[in-house]
């Protein structure tokens, strides 16, 4: 059985209610039908009759519930609420009522904020920013956490490296040039993602284009000293840097470059020094190695919340729900 197909079985274990707004595209009706078929999850989509009608026409996906901002008997709530929430920021009933009818996302996290749903997939055809924005002044983040940040998991095909060829690859999706604490929070969260998606033990590497001094420039600074700080919070993850990518995941160049690491050769969990890298790093995966992609899910958000490629596929789609449907899970 395949990484996604796991996740799949844990999804319809407990089938969550999770909210897809992008009614305007075809993509989301496609997957709708695909999750209604194996069950996944419970759907709400969020859109007007015309649309639902023009872009889900020929596909069943009778089981969703289809939510009209116009018309929905909660749409008031969610204008008081919205009021309450951004007030300080200036926020009045008119400007409420105006996003919300016209940005569905922004509806959808009023949904998941009130407690009608449990999370949000979104960004098939909105920029990540359109979709984290709101997510960030409504929802917030987890307590405790730092920065919400996003991962790409990999699943690469007939791979000896990482557990089985999974990985995730971390900041991949959000944080732009992060410095050492933001860089350590990103490294802790992605070891939590990874040991709830994958139920395996995280192995983290620090990745640099140094291995343990070989190069010296600031930017090998920042890894370093990001390593220090994860190291000193959460004293017992395996993590390690800083190291290049060949040291992370070969065990023979490991053992030659960073001998008596305990990641070295063995990193499952890739930290980027920065979001060039980490973006490069898993398209360059994803089309040469011809890579599963998953993401970039979000980790650190009060409530699962996440983004889409606007290159994604139906089936991208589906397999990005099933991975939010176990983020719900977790936070119970």
């Keep these: 059985m395949g990484f996604i197909d796991v996740i799949k079985e844990r999804a319809k274990a407990d089938r969550k209610k999770i909210i897809l707004p992008e009614s305007m595209d075809r993509r989301i009706f496609e997957a709708a039908a695909q999750i209604q078929k194996e069950d996944l999850a419970d759907l709400i989509i969020i859109g007007s009759p015309e649309e639902i009608e023009k872009n889900g026409a020929g596909l069943d996906f009778s089981k969703a519930v289809v939510v009209d901002p116009a018309t929905y008997e909660k749409t008031g709530e969610y204008i008081d609420k919205l009021v309450e929430l951004r007030q300080a920021k200036g926020m009045t009933p008119e400007k409420a009522k105006e996003i919300l009818m016209t940005d569905y996302t922004y509806y959808g996290v009023m949904m998941v904020k009130c407690g009608d749903a449990d999370g949000l997939v979104s960004g098939a055809c909105h920029s990540t920013a359109n979709t984290l924005r709101p997510c960030l002044q409504i929802l917030k983040t ?23 060829g999974a990985f995730i690859f971390a900041d991949a999706g959000l944080e732009q040039n992060p410095d050492p604490e933001k860089l350590a929070a990103i490294a802790v969260s992605s070891a939590e993602s990874f040991e709830l998606l994958v139920q395996k033990e995280p192995i ?91 993401g970039p899910v979000t980790q650190g958000i009060a409530k699962p919340v996440n983004d889409l490629s606007r290159g994604c596929s139906a089936e991208d789609i589906v397999g990005v729900v099933a991975i939010t449907a176990v983020q719900c899970q977790a936070q119970e």
Aim: proline share 5%; glycine share 8%.
């Design 204 to 294: 983290v590497a620090m990745l640099s284009h140094s291995t343990k001094g070989s190069a010296k420039h600031a930017d090998v600074d920042k890894v370093v000293a990001a390593t220090e700080i994860a190291k000193q919070n959460n004293p017992g993850l395996k993590l390690d840097g800083e190291l290049q990518l060949d040291a992370a995941i070969v065990p023979s160049v490991g053992a030659s470059k960073a001998p008596g690491s305990e990641v070295a050769g063995k990193a499952n969990v890739l930290v980027f020094p920065d979001l060039d890298a980490g973006n490069i790093g898993y398209k360059l995966v994803q089309r040469l190695a011809k890579a599963e992609a998953y």
């Design 142 to 164: 987890k307590p405790g956490v730092k920065l919400v940040s996003a991962f790409f998991l990999m699943v690469v095909p007939d791979c000896e490296y990482g557990a089985d």
